[in-house]
């Protein structure tokens, strides 16, 4: 379930990012490293949540800043 | 609740003739739902151009009315970010257009959030005349405070 959490997410992050998946790092920071704009961090964002049918509260929106990040906040929500 | 154009004018900075909302026929902040209404007149100064003896929206102007609409569902779901006139800016859109609106057809756009923050929206529109969808969209846009520009 976790890797599947994981490889999903992954993919929602390529297809906004258009990075391709063997490349996209988890750890590489949406904004300092992939220079990603917060548009796209609202849309990776808005498409977890509907994928998942969860709500990441507003303060927390600022901490998504890497794959990683994400998944670690989708692993603790979605058991 | 319902919202009169001069509720819409006090939070869309358009204005004619590039206001593409009459009327907000419905609001629901707390289901993220918006539906508004907008019925183009044949006097409307792009029908002379598109098309001559055939005036159909153009798709833009469409894509416009829902972006407009947007705002305004943003406006009910986050009131005070909206009370200090940011300015609002669309980032991605995403559409689809079924059939050509023509004079005199009512819009009816309903707008659903799929997440309002104080600094960005994403929503989908869909419009319809009757029972007939004639678009669909999928907004991202930024608000931005004009304290923070």
Same mark, same amino acid.
């Given at each position: 379930?976790?890797n ?5 997410l #992954? ?8 990075? *391709?998946l063997?490349?996209? #790092? *988890?750890?590489a ?18 498409a977890?949540e ?6 990441i *509260?507003?303060?927390?929106? *600022?901490?998504?800043?890497s794959?990683? #990040? ?8 979605i #058991? | ?16 003739p590039?206001?593409?909302?009459d009327?907000?026929v419905?609001v629901?902040?707390?289901?993220f ?6 019925t ?5 100064y792009?029908?002379?151009g598109?098309?001559p003896?055939?005036?159909?929206v153009?798709?833009? +102007?469409l $894509? ?6 947007? +705002?305004?569902l943003?406006?009910?779901c986050?009131?005070?970010?909206a009370a200090?006139?940011?300015d609002y800016?669309?980032?991605k ?17 309903? $707008?659903?959030?799929?997440?309002? +923050?104080n600094?960005?929206?994403v ?6 005349v009757?029972?007939? $969808?004639?678009a669909?969209?999928?907004f ?6 004009k304290?923070?520009?």
């Amino acid at each position: 379930m976790a890797n599947k959490i994981e490889d999903e997410l #992954k993919k929602i992050v390529s297809t906004i990012t258009e990075i *391709p998946l063997d490349t996209l #790092k *988890p750890d590489a920071d949406f904004f300092d490293d992939l220079k990603i704009d917060s548009m796209k961090a609202i849309e990776i964002v808005a498409a977890f949540e509907k994928k998942y049918k969860i709500v990441i *509260p507003e303060e927390e929106i *600022p901490k998504m800043r890497s794959l990683s #990040k994400i998944i670690a906040f989708a692993k603790d929500k979605i #058991k | 609740m319902s919202w009169d154009i001069e509720k819409i004018k006090s939070v869309l900075p358009q204005r004619e003739p590039f206001l593409f909302v009459d009327e907000v026929v419905r609001v629901d902040a707390a289901s993220f739902t918006v539906v508004a209404k907008k019925t183009f007149s044949p006097g409307e100064y792009f029908f002379k151009g598109h098309f001559p003896g055939n005036p159909i929206v153009p798709g833009v +102007i469409l $894509i416009e009315a829902m972006a407009q609409a947007s +705002i305004l569902l943003y406006a009910a779901c986050k009131p005070e970010v909206a009370a200090l006139k940011p300015d609002y800016y669309l980032g991605k859109v995403k559409s689809e257009f079924r059939q050509p609106v023509r004079p005199g057809e009512p819009v009816i756009m309903e $707008i659903k959030g799929l997440k309002m +923050i104080n600094n960005a929206g994403v929503g989908q529109a869909t419009a319809r005349v009757g029972e007939n $969808i004639v678009a669909k969209a999928e907004f991202i846009f930024g608000v931005i405070r004009k304290d923070a520009r």
